[in-house]
Structures are given as C-alpha cells and as structure tokens.
C-alpha cells in the first residue's frame, strides 16, 4: 500500500483486521466498486498491516481511506459497507475545489511534515466557508508546483505549533515552518508566497512562539532578528532590506552544515537570550 500511495495520484485503500468477520464482509462489498474507481484512474488496495492506521497519523480500522498525493482523507460519510457512498465520497473528493477535499487532522499533519519536503498548511476555523472563495486557485498552483497541500481546524495545534492565530497558512520545507502574513482571503496572492519559499532561498519568518518550537526541534538553530523600524524611518527599512537580502545569499550554504536558518521580528526570545542589538543572530 505504501509503494501505491507513493507513486499514484489517488489509491483508496480499505484497512482492516484480517482475523475480523465483520471486515472481510466489508471487503466484499467494497470490492464491488473496483471497476468503477479504475476507471476513473484510481487503484483500490486493502491492507491489514498491524498499526497501519497510526503509521499515517489516522483512527482505528476498519476504515476506507482516500489517499490523494499522499494525504489521507478518512471516510466518515456512514457505513462503510455502504460501496455506493464511498464511491460517491471519493468522486465529490476529485470534484471538489473549496478545500474539504483537502482536511486533515492535527495527527495526520504531523505524519506529513515529517514525509514531505514541501507542504502548506492552512488552519481555519470555521469549515469550508472560511477558506479564500477562490480555493481551487490555490490548489492547482501547489499541485503543479508539488507542494501538497492541506487545510484543517484544530486550535489545540494552532497554540501548540505557535502561531498566535487560529486562522493562519505556514508552509513547511524539511519540517521547517514559515508563517504568511498577507491576507488570508487571496488565495493568488498565497499561491504567489508558497512558491516563492520553495524556489529561492528566502529566510522562513516566524513568530516567538514558531521559534520556540523550532529551538526545541532542532539541534542546531540561527536567527535573524531584523531590526524594528518606525513607519516613516525609510532609511532603516532600507537597511533591515539589505541585512535580509544578503543573509538569503548565505541561507543555503549555512542550512548545508546542517543548521535551521530561520527570521523573527519578534522580540521576546530575543531578550530572553540576553540579544539587545539588531538587525543581529
């Protein structure tokens, strides 16, 4: 199931106990709607591995789950017995363009920073209705740029990552989160960041509370913390530029030796080292 899920788009995969009456009678039903999900390009497989479900960061079996570009969506639409909805299921899953195709839980995000180089994150809180209207923009630019994406609610892991925000889109690469700060509303303008943080070598920003997480995680750690400037002292802007533009020059060769190279513009870990001068690391 594994290889399927790494080298296919889609795989429905139906995980089970292999002992269970009840869950070979479910895998009976199940495979009824093979022929129709092979035509719609997607493999069906069945996998009782013991601890499976908690290798991808999911619930107890038997459960039917869709596993598109490697995430794993749980069906919880009723029964599932009942083949005609799972198939109804998976098919509102590859139609879908408002990002529920795309929720996952905070256990499952875990699992994924840890398996993929590039993923964003979108936390919100307030269902599908919360989410940029223009969803589907966002999604296709991180499907052709291979960045997966996901989105999902849970304060808990908003307060436990960090982010000050329950509605917040941090972008992780090699389990390194960086935190956007534009509006949350423009999904062309999210789409634009995401890439730029894949394809250059820019410094992620985060928060005290993401650089915290980040020193606990990591064995080695530098910061940048650019310097705070009043609106109108353009020369100080101009400097907190360049400080910034040249340390993204170097970015690549210090996270070579192995080092996380991250940005704060926060100040309170900072002064909790003893940092009183800035821009500084």
């Known amino acids: 199931m594994d290889y399927l899920v790494e080298v296919e788009t889609d795989v429905v995969a139906f995980l089970y106990r292999e002992d269970n009456l009840q869950d070979l009678s479910i895998l009976d039903e199940l495979e009824h709607i093979d022929d129709d999900l092979d035509e719609k390009g997607i493999q069906f497989c069945k996998c009782s591995d ?17 596993f598109h570009h490697g995430v794993p969506l749980s069906f919880d639409g009723g029964d599932v017995d009942d083949a005609d909805a799972v198939l109804a299921w998976v ?3 590859l139609e879908g363009d408002d990002g529920a ?11 994924l920073v840890e398996k993929h180089g590039s993923l964003a994150a979108l936390f919100h809180t307030n269902g599908a209705s919360d989410l940029p209207e223009d969803m589907g923009t ?9 960045v997966t994406l996901v989105t999902l609610r849970d304060e808990g892991k908003t307060m436990q990552l ?3 925000e329950s509605r917040a889109l941090v972008y992780f690469e090699d389990r390194l989160p960086s935190l956007y700060s534009g509006s949350l509303a423009n999904a062309t303008a999210m789409a634009k960041w995401i890439l730029k943080q894949k394809k250059t070598d820019a410094l992620p920003m985060m928060t005290d509370g993401i650089l915290e997480n980040v020193v606990h995680d990591f064995e080695y750690v530098a910061a940048f913390f650019p310097s705070t400037c ?5 020369r100080c802007k101009e400097t907190a530029a360049a400080a910034e533009g040249n340390l993204d020059e170097v970015a690549d ?6 080092v996380a190279f991250v ?3 926060e100040k309170v870990l900072a002064v909790r080292y003893l940092i009183c001068t800035y821009d500084s690391t």
């Open 50 to 66: 013991r601890g499976v479900e908690r290798r991808h960061g999911l619930g107890a079996v038997p459960a039917v789950v869709h």
């Open 263 to 265: 940005a704060c513009r």
């Open 91 to 93: 098919t509102a899953n």
């Open 230 to 234: 009043k609106g109108s002292d353009a």
């Open 162 to 164: 960090g982010l000050g």
């Open 138 to 146: 966002l999604e296709d630019a991180c499907d052709e740029d291979a």
């Open 253 to 258: 060769s210090i996270r070579e030796l192995g």
């Open 101 to 111: 195709s795309r929720e996952v839980s905070a256990s499952v995000l875990d699992v």
